[in-house]
């Protein structure tokens, strides 16, 4: 093999620090306080100074150099200013969720053995409640804020202002290997345990570049983006690298996603142009500017993920003049996967705009069937989506000796999804592999019987599972939550879903219930589901 | 050190070419053909199904991995198709300049040894004065067309459509190593022999990554694109690959970049929006534009490269609605390492537009001083300028044993250009570091005094060199060419110049010429007047 002559410099965090500074140091950074009113606002060349005097602290906290650092916080300036002091001096940031019930991050701070948790001040409790079992690997404990003489806790803690405003404002960065872990995020994991992804400075860095694309997000230094999807989801899917990549604006919004009267304010005020949000957050957002048709937005692009946005969203936000864009990713893949660029669809507007979108550079997509077959890219037959690429995970942290062998040498990894991907690039997701019902060798989505039910004027939410069954295998069955407490018969239902789905997708049988179990972050716990119902009919025929 | 744990993907020009497939298959490129008129149009799975049959013609041939396959060619969709078929397949594609001198072309193919040759029917002629020199290591020589029983040489030969017309029209792709030799260019070197510049698979890709983002080129699925530079100039800035990664329309205008009616009546045709071209072109599609009012383009970008648009042209430009942006790079930096975006530009337009532009992402630069002390970055200060990146040559290909262990060591790659870098980031080169008369301890602009020369009315082409004096170790000499064959004295140019320059900086003599040397690529030759003049102020004391 005859090498290439050219040079090798680390794809790292620092090098998208470095080149912002030199291009973009007097763009500015905007962070709503914990008021939700007021804002702190600075620019790029400020952050990095603080970025600098953050990374003297944790050399003098002796804070070693393949140490854990955990965060608890909201978007903030503070949050994203860790997002470069922690790996840029060689340590690895760990975005947690503070919403996730105890257990978990429990299990998940036990999992990575953090030996710093800065977190905002009113997460302080939550730490007072789980200090115990911490205690063998936590060495510092930061608040995110001033000094607060009223706030106090069992157990030793700095506040974060005042270990970094002595510190000098410029470092020597190292030249960190781009293999070298940079940032860990667990899985919410609507089944099982969380698992931890472990983000390299290679993956880091590619994936905001492949972000940076035109058809992918293509900020600007004249872009203004808004992050209301958390950091401690995928690090607001890139934004404090991709953003400062480019060069934008940010606004922060602190904790206020989800009031909407702030967030539309926030947006007038900062002339924000683009933001991320799941689609519960979209809906309000455009049922408020529909209450107040006064309100006149700069906003033009809504990018959304989490779930599909419904195509009635995409139509109304169309009407306000915002192009609202699926995104489609998950935490194995670094956020963003794919992404639906409304303006590119030309023919079959309605057809192609709810699809999850096109890969992005660098991400391979492959379907197979229930056999193992690859499927084509017709945009008809479904498959289990598989993918591989720079930004997607090739083992979990601290996986058993077993799965890291498996793991090691796997070239695709399974997401779990059943979709299709159609000749332009389009891909779709149908269902989770794990919901789908294979009845008698036919393979039955559960999420198509759910949309069907929902349909029907009596049910508010619907929830379909795969139940063990003698004959097929697996049948469905369709448990419903009714509207205002009214009777709803299997027969009903089977009557209605008639005309809508094949014979063999009508569930089995119908449970009324009073509440579907959730998860933490509101998607239905099919696992508490099927816990439950598993042996349904088993027990039918018991009766 | 903890690693990442997630996949490793090789950055290979395969990856380009597959994403390309499954987004932009449909895609179109449009390739002027030799009468000048008529186009050739297909779609990229077209291309790339080229690109698998001439992978399979080289393998047949018994070409091996890592031979260097060399290309006397014009920017047809053909050339584009080797820019894929070569490296995809494990070989080096090496882009030669056909209208070097044959003592160039001889020099530079004896360098890189290549085992093929692929030229226009018309470079056939000269392959044939050279084809004795080539013998000991060409094995086949292809020509780039449908067979021609017309077309005769003194050696074997094949024609290329010929060759892959009966190949299968996909090819297994190897996953090639990302450090591995993809491309080969070598510098047109104003002084010197020429030099090597071997590109690895990673160090293109990653290039085209940055190319894509907005603030560069940003070339999207909606672009049509028109390189008017030469594939043999560095792959047209990097335009095979770049182009094809975002999916835009290409427009290949084949050898008649010069032939400005044919160029503006391709734009029209194919409704280009953005192209690429040298200043002197730029100059002439202004000057047509002008005489014909009536013809609207769809142009909206005309980046421009080689050497500085000055701002003249580019507000003559901008009047046509036009942005002119200037452009920078070498073959060393494998293309663009710098692009002045003037739409980004809000205060001080006539400064700063005339200026190289911003560092691309990756690229990063310094400034030094003739002690080798760092200056700051504030657009006054004057250095020589060194750069450092991913796109940066580390060494020259068949480098002495003793430039290799110095050159594999080397950080920072010196351009030889003295430049300004300023708060925003904006270099500007204000002259070669060779060029630079190094007068008593200070420097003088050879480019300042030259500029400052052809204001002069009687002055038709002007060119400063350093000349050994005794005193002041070098002195400026001025050789000119006049306009109309008038006379013109020494004292008569120093009455002129003493307003415009410091006193320091006056030629201390002026030589009227009929002619000022000049090198292929039409820039002055230095190297020849420094030859013929080096020693004018002691030939004057010795007379």
Chains 1, 2 share one sequence.
């Not at 959304?304 to 995409?314: F, R, V, W």
């Not at 349909?455 to 469905?476: F, L, Q, T």
Request: hydrophobic share 40%; glycine share 6%; aromatic share 8%.
């Amino acid at each position: 093999m005859m090498n290439g002559l050219m040079m090798h410099c680390n794809l790292n965090i620092i090098s998208i620090m470095r080149h912002a500074m030199t291009v973009h140091a007097e763009q500015e950074i905007v962070s709503l306080k914990s008021d939700g009113t007021t804002v702190h606002r600075y620019r790029y060349k400020d952050a990095f100074k603080r970025v600098a005097q953050f990374a003297y602290a944790l050399d003098q906290l002796n804070i070693s150099q393949q140490a854990k650092v955990g965060t608890l916080a909201w978007n903030t300036h503070q949050h994203m200013e860790l997002h470069y002091a922690i790996p840029c001096s060689g340590r690895i940031y760990h975005t947690i969720n503070p919403k996730l019930l105890d257990e978990q991050i429990q299990q998940i701070i036990g999992d990575a053995q953090d030996e710093v948790l800065l977190v905002e001040p009113e997460n302080l409790a939550l730490l007072e409640r789980l200090y115990p079992s911490f205690k063998p690997f936590l060495k510092q404990v930061i608040v995110l804020g001033d000094i607060d003489p009223n706030l106090t806790a069992s157990f030793p803690f700095q506040f974060y202002e005042a270990l970094i405003q002595t510190q000098a404002e410029s470092y020597p960065w190292p030249d960190i290997d781009e293999t070298q872990a940079s940032g860990l995020c667990y899985t919410s994991g609507t089944t099982g345990q969380p698992k931890g992804v472990l983000y390299s400075h290679r993956s880091t860095v590619l994936h905001a570049m492949t972000m940076s694309m035109v058809e992918v997000v293509g900020l600007h230094s004249g872009s203004v983006m808004m992050p209301m999807v958390p950091l401690y989801h995928i690090s607001a899917w890139d934004m404090p690298f991709n953003a400062v990549l480019c060069g934008a604006k940010l606004v922060w919004p602190n904790q206020f996603a989800g009031q909407t009267d702030k967030m539309v304010q926030l947006m007038q005020q900062e002339q924000v142009d683009i933001s991320m949000a799941v689609p519960t957050v979209w809906t309000s957002i455009k049922n408020h500017l529909l209450q107040h048709p006064q309100i006149q937005l700069k906003l033009k692009r809504a990018i959304s993920g989490g779930s599909s946005a419904p195509l009635a969203l995409i139509k109304s936000m169309q009407d306000l003049g915002i192009q609202l864009e699926n995104g489609w990713g998950m935490t194995e893949t670094s956020s963003l996967g794919a992404i639906n660029r409304t303006a590119l669809i030309s023919e079959n507007f309605d057809q192609q705009v709810v699809k999850c979108g096109r890969p992005i550079f660098g991400m391979q997509m492959r379907l197979k069937d229930l056999d193992g077959t690859e499927l084509p890219f017709d945009g008809i037959q479904e498959g289990v989506l598989e993918i591989r690429g720079h930004t997607v995970v090739q083992q979990y942290l601290n996986a058993s000796e077993e799965q890291k062998q498996q793991q090691a040498n796997q070239q695709w990894f399974d997401t779990g999804d059943i979709a299709t991907i159609d000749a332009q690039g389009y891909m779709h997701i149908t269902d989770r592999a794990k919901d789908m019902i294979k009845s008698g060798g036919e393979w039955i989505s559960s999420v198509e019987v759910e949309n069907a039910a929902m349909g029907y004027h009596k049910v508010h939410e619907a929830a379909v599972i795969a139940v063990e069954h003698e004959k097929w295998g697996e049948r469905p069955l369709l448990v419903l939550v009714s509207k205002d407490n009214q009777s709803i018969s299997h027969e009903e239902m089977l009557s209605y879903l008639s005309t809508l789905l094949h014979k063999w997708a009508l569930p089995s049988a119908t449970v009324v219930v009073k509440d579907i179990p959730h998860t933490p972050t509101g998607k239905i716990s099919k696992k508490q589901l099927r816990e439950q119902y598993q042996h349904y009919f088993q027990q039918l025929s018991a009766v």
